[in-house]
């Protein structure tokens, strides 16, 4: 069993697909044993992205992260880090494979729809900058 931290991003918040997120994890055998929503800070999201402090699209990145609420979410499951970024499709929705989330979901290489984690060490970091032990609820 593998846990992944997943995102769905201010854009995909506000066209009301949740439920359609959710529902792809879950037919593909991710589980939801922690979820939260939130409108995440200047400092959240700077902290959050701090891989990318140095890259170009930083600033665009934290003013896309903060504009409106989030809903931030742990899946489980067999292979849940590659399995959530299959999901997900490409960064960019214009090559993101068809049927993926972002290829549906997406408008733009900042507002796309999602994030996951990308390697086990990244998801224990950012599982952790969300969740405490005691709001994860395996199943
Ligand atoms: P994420 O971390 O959000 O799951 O996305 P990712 O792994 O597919 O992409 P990553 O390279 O980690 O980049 C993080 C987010 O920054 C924005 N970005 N913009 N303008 C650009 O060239 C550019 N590149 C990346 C995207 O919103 C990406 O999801
Ligand atoms: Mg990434």
Redesign the pocket.
Known sequence: MERTLSIIKPDAVAKNVIGEIYSRFEHAGLKIVAARMKHLSREEAEGF?SV?RERP?FA??VEFMTSGPVMIQVLEGQDAITRNREL?GA?DPRQAAPGTIRAEFASS??A?A???S?APETAKQEIAFFFGADEIYSR
Do not use: A, E, Q
Request: hydrophobic share 35%; proline share 0%; glycine share 8%.
């Open positions: 992205y990318h699209f665009d990145l997900m960064t290489i900042d796309n999602v994030h996951g990308d």
